[in-house]
């Protein structure tokens, strides 16, 4: 029967309306026996309901955009496969927007609000001070994750992440307790806020042990292989002297190794190599890293979670801070 619509099958079914649409909708307030009679009348029929309309009118309704700083950043590609993941479980859909590592988040939004008009925003990464400057001209329900910074206070910001100052100071203490003293440290300058904590992290387990954090051992890097290799071939070519390594992030530990494979070193044997946020291939690379592992699902979960009451009850913002986990693999040994 061509051209068949919904009234049709409801005719046939001896249905009402509103049951067929139950049907079509999966809805569970269908008694079983009416649903498979009413799905075996839409077989025979060959009748597919027209859902594009209504997927279209829903995904209007119910999306969120992900603003992404930083294209280059492995632990942001895993992380938004699981926020994609969590946002569907409340049925809502991620729209993705990438932006460079130095690009200012918040003029992004805003050109993206006037265009797209989502019902909520997530931050992946982000500078606190474009944050303190513009983040005020955004109106939706909005959450910063895998970052908590104590000098933002808005209505509508949540936060969800580790502790990055703690999560460091765990990294470089577990280097100190293998013996290390020479420490080199790669990471991003200070205006990225997690870099900044990274660093006062990694002095705090220094002064811990009585040791003093070395302006020399400190490579700038932005979180990327390429920019990781040739910071720490400027520290090789600077004749700096250490024993191990703290990298701020995976991507710049991989980055890193290859440097110093490539000059002769082995790692552990000669330089002890410690990451952070513990993305899949950590655990796949020889040798396997020894690293901070931040909880991605969780924080996901967690982002998702709050951004949803804050849409659909009005409720307040919330900071989070989640536990990250020391997974110790090859890369560091004693000394």
Same mark, same amino acid.
């Given at each position: 029967m061509p051209n068949m619509t919904i009234k049709d099958i409801a005719r046939l079914s001896g249905c009402s309306v509103s049951t067929i649409s139950r049907v079509i909708n999966d809805r569970p307030d269908v008694r079983p026996e009416t649903k498979e009679k009413v799905l075996q009348m839409?077989?025979?029929?060959?009748?597919?309901?027209?859902?594009?309309?209504?997927?279209?009118?829903? &995904?209007?309704?119910?999306?969120?955009?992900?603003?992404?700083?930083?294209t280059r950043n492995l632990f942001f590609s895993d992380f938004l496969v699981q926020l994609q993941r969590a946002a569907t479980l409340y049925g809502y859909s991620g729209i993705v927007s990438y932006l460079d590592e130095?690009?200012?988040?918040?003029?992004?939004? &805003?050109?993206?609000?006037?265009?797209?008009?989502?019902?909520?925003?997530?931050?992946?990464?982000?500078?606190?001070?474009?944050?303190?400057?513009?983040?005020?001209?955004?109106?939706?329900?909005?959450?910063?994750?895998?970052?908590?910074?104590?000098?933002?206070d808005f209505p509508n910001l949540s936060m969800v992440g580790v502790d990055d100052r703690a999560a460091a100071r765990t990294a470089v203490s577990h280097l100190i307790a293998q013996g290390h003293r020479k420490i080199?440290?790669?990471?991003?300058?200070?205006?990225?806020?997690?870099?900044?904590?990274?660093?006062?992290?990694? &002095?705090?387990?220094?002064?811990?042990?009585?040791?003093?954090?070395?302006?020399?051992?400190?490579?700038?890097?932005?979180?990327?292989?390429?920019?990781?290799?040739?910071?720490?071939?400027?520290?090789?070519?600077?004749?700096?002297?250490?024993?191990?390594?703290?990298?701020?992030?995976?991507?710049?530990?991989?980055?890193?190794?290859?440097?110093?494979?490539?000059?002769?070193?082995?790692?552990?044997?000669?330089v002890s190599v410690i990451g952070f946020d513990g993305i899949s291939m950590s655990r796949y690379c020889v040798p396997v890293m020894t690293t901070i592992v931040q909880p991605g699902e969780q924080i996901a979960l967690q982002s998702i979670e709050l951004l949803v009451r804050q849409i659909e009850h009005g409720a307040p913002a919330q900071k989070i801070t989640l536990q990250p986990e020391l997974q110790v693999g090859e890369s560091v040994r004693a000394v």
């Amino acid at each position: 029967m061509p051209n068949m619509t919904i009234k049709d099958i409801a005719r046939l079914s001896g249905c009402s309306v509103s049951t067929i649409s139950r049907v079509i909708n999966d809805r569970p307030d269908v008694r079983p026996e009416t649903k498979e009679k009413v799905l075996q009348m839409m077989r025979e029929s060959g009748f597919v309901p027209n859902t594009n309309a209504r997927q279209l009118k829903i &995904q209007q309704s119910r999306s969120l955009v992900f603003v992404v700083k930083g294209t280059r950043n492995l632990f942001f590609s895993d992380f938004l496969v699981q926020l994609q993941r969590a946002a569907t479980l409340y049925g809502y859909s991620g729209i993705v927007s990438y932006l460079d590592e130095n690009a200012n988040e918040i003029d992004a939004a &805003q050109k993206i609000l006037r265009e797209i008009k989502p019902k909520g925003m997530i931050f992946l990464g982000g500078s606190v001070a474009n944050f303190q400057q513009g983040f005020a001209s955004i109106t939706v329900p909005a959450v910063l994750t895998t970052l908590v910074s104590d000098e933002l206070d808005f209505p509508n910001l949540s936060m969800v992440g580790v502790d990055d100052r703690a999560a460091a100071r765990t990294a470089v203490s577990h280097l100190i307790a293998q013996g290390h003293r020479k420490i080199a440290v790669l990471g991003g300058p200070a205006t990225s806020y997690p870099s900044r904590m990274r660093r006062l992290g990694a &002095q705090d387990a220094m002064e811990d042990a009585g040791l003093t954090f070395d302006d020399r051992l400190y490579g700038l890097s932005n979180y990327d292989f390429e920019s990781a290799y040739h910071a720490m071939n400027s520290l090789l070519a600077r004749r700096a002297e250490f024993t191990a390594l703290f990298a701020m992030s995976d991507v710049i530990a991989f980055g890193a190794i290859r440097a110093l494979v490539s000059a002769g070193f082995r790692v552990p044997e000669d330089v002890s190599v410690i990451g952070f946020d513990g993305i899949s291939m950590s655990r796949y690379c020889v040798p396997v890293m020894t690293t901070i592992v931040q909880p991605g699902e969780q924080i996901a979960l967690q982002s998702i979670e709050l951004l949803v009451r804050q849409i659909e009850h009005g409720a307040p913002a919330q900071k989070i801070t989640l536990q990250p986990e020391l997974q110790v693999g090859e890369s560091v040994r004693a000394v």
